[in-house]
């Protein structure tokens, strides 16, 4: 088993940083890290496109990069970030782009979502990258303790013998480990527990961050669900 914690110090940041995974090259394309160029169709689309989608504006689609320009400034509409390790740039009005620091046997979170139009790993800058259909809705400003607690006893019918994320891997729970060391990335995998043989005997399923912000119309972070 395996925990990840977010939290970074000066020696262990992600670089590039997150918040400049994305960044906009004209008024109509975007470079994705190091693989792909998200443009806005002006003249069609390519048969080079990897996909493509519909936005009230017009079509956009992904087409892989031959040539990368240094990842230096964010690009306008990031609208979330999350310590150093992850970031979500809103692309038109129907489509957003979720950043996350990742090493290998990390979970990614397209494994665990419906509404994906394209998912990758940018091997060259250890992240992911996700490209997801928004979800229309309002917050649970007014009654979200009511929903969190009834989506809490739902998840916790799931019971498993294993510590383990939805879809098997090592949990993503800062909150059970201890900081890393200075040298040692703080995203990268690290040995979780050890636990005691009687405290370990059953595991009720949970989410970790069943906030506001991570619950519109659907619950979003299922990688870190356990």
């Not at 690009?75 to 979330?80: N, S």
């Not at 620091?101 to 940018?122: A, H, Q």
Request: aromatic share 10%.
């Amino acid at each position: 088993m395996v925990a990840i914690n977010p939290l970074t110090d000066e020696y262990s940041k992600p670089s590039p940083p997150i918040e400049v995974s994305v960044s906009k090259l004209d008024s109509d394309t975007w470079q994705m890290g190091s693989k792909f160029l998200c443009k806005k169709a002006t003249d069609g689309i390519p048969k080079t496109a990897v996909t493509t989608w519909k936005e009230d504006d017009g079509q956009y689609y992904l087409v892989e990069a031959t040539g990368v320009n240094p990842l230096e400034k964010a690009a306008d509409g990031l609208i979330y970030q999350v310590g150093l390790s992850s970031a979500v740039w809103e692309i038109g009005t129907n489509a957003i782009c979720k950043v996350k620091t990742w090493s290998d046997g990390m979970e990614r979170e397209n494994n665990t979502l419906t509404f994906v139009i394209y998912s990758w790993v940018d091997e060259q800058l250890n992240r992911t990258f996700l490209i997801l259909r928004r979800v229309q809705g309002q917050t649970l400003a007014t009654d979200v303790a009511t929903k969190v607690a009834q989506y809490s006893r739902d998840l916790a019918e799931a019971i498993s013998e294993n510590l383990q994320s939805a879809t098997g891997y090592g949990v993503l729970e800062p909150f059970l480990t201890v900081d890393p060391e200075a040298s040692h990335p703080s995203w990268k995998p690290r040995p979780l527990g050890p636990f005691s043989r009687f405290a370990t005997e059953k595991f009720r399923f949970y989410h970790a961050d069943l906030s506001d912000s991570g619950a519109i119309k659907a619950i979003l972070d299922w990688e870190s669900a356990q």
